[in-house]
């Protein structure tokens, strides 16, 4: 592994490879032959540990691929540190001191990678509560309904509204408002299993996939989550209504499974556990109700930039009829519970 063990008709690529910052492994048999010193900056071990090693010893196990000859790959492998870099690789077959061996040559794609895992946490994070986001809550609701159609295994969704912001948001200010948001998000995140999905699902409202949890077990959760809304010391106090919908008895599309929890969500903030569905009932919307009289039919929309909201009036004719079809959300999401 050191100039001496080379032949002398290779000082030159020997000088060339140590000066250059291309990390160069170059394999015969079973074992690394040669590595330059860019290669051991990279791994993190010296030419001596290397010289006992096979280039895919440095590769965790889960992510081995065989490194086919004039191939060229990405891999992630495992620092001596245990610090994990992405590398793109080149492996050519060579002639090395008269024997076939195998030169491969590296390039660090560990920053890219880094930007690019953060790039795609902001993409389904809610920048406000860290929870995921309404696309995040579509990514996960689609899985969940394939794997239980596969198995048969229920998934239970829970939406959650916090009572009264509006009030919060009037006598404390709106970043007391925001702070009650990320203050339920916490709470979520406790009782939240690593399986389970939180997500905010726009302005006031959140939802809490559960998978592999029949009614029984969600409406133990939901609780749960009251009461620990009830008992928490900060002040203005928290409460929030909680829907319940379970797949498959509740539906077996996104849409009907958000419809049931809505429902239900409904006729807990109205106080009729009991009562019969509300004349009109938004998907992904906060609308849940509208006023029709005489000739003209009133709506009100609101709209969320954080936690303040807005509303927009509109009024049209009788005769136009109402369309339910689910608004563009900016809503966010994070990790499950129990």
């Not at 200010?173 to 203050?183: I, K, N, T, V």
């Not at 900060?234 to 209504?241: D, E, G, K, Y």
Request: net charge neutral.
């Amino acid at each position: 592994m050191n100039s001496k063990a080379l032949p002398e008709s290779d000082a030159r690529f020997h000088a060339l490879v140590e000066t250059i910052a291309t990390p160069i492994f170059i394999s015969r048999g079973e074992r690394l032959h040669y590595v330059n010193h860019a290669a051991e900056a990279i791994t993190g071990y010296s030419r001596e540990e290397l010289s006992s090693m096979n280039f895919l010893d440095l590769v965790p196990p889960d992510s081995r691929e065989p490194v086919g000859l004039a191939s060229r790959c990405e891999v992630r492998i495992l620092t001596k540190h245990h610090e994990e870099r992405w590398l793109d690789i080149t492996a050519t077959a060579i002639d090395f001191d008269d024997e076939p061996g195998t030169l491969i040559s590296a390039f660090d794609l560990t920053k890219r990678k880094q930007v690019e895992a953060q790039a795609q946490l902001l993409a389904i994070t809610d920048p406000l509560t860290g929870l995921g986001n309404y696309r995040r809550l579509l990514e996960v609701l689609h899985a969940e309904i394939e794997r239980s159609g596969r198995t048969g295994r229920p998934f239970a969704v829970l939406l959650l509204d916090v009572d009264q912001l509006k009030k919060i948001n009037d006598h404390y200010g709106h970043l007391m408002g925001s702070q009650a948001l990320c203050r339920l998000a916490d709470v979520l995140r406790v009782f939240c299993r690593s399986i389970d999905t939180a997500a905010r699902y726009g302005g006031d409202e959140f939802a809490v996939i559960l998978p592999e949890t029949g009614v029984a077990a969600a409406r133990l959760v939901a609780s749960r989550i009251r009461s620990r809304l009830t008992t928490d010391s900060f002040q203005p106090p928290l409460s929030a209504s909680i829907g319940v919908a379970v797949c498959p008895q509740d539906g077996e599309t996104i849409e009907a499974l958000l419809r049931e929890a809505d429902r239900e969500l409904y006729r807990m903030k109205c106080g009729e556990r009991e009562a019969t569905t509300p004349s009109v009932c938004s998907l992904t919307s906060s609308v849940r109700s509208a006023d029709f009289s005489g000739t003209k039919r009133k709506t009100k929309a609101k709209l969320y930039f954080g936690n303040l909201s807005f509303e927009a009036t509109n009024r049209s004719r009788t005769e136009r009829r109402i369309k339910t079809t689910p608004p563009h959300r900016s809503a966010v999401i994070g990790t499950g519970a129990e």
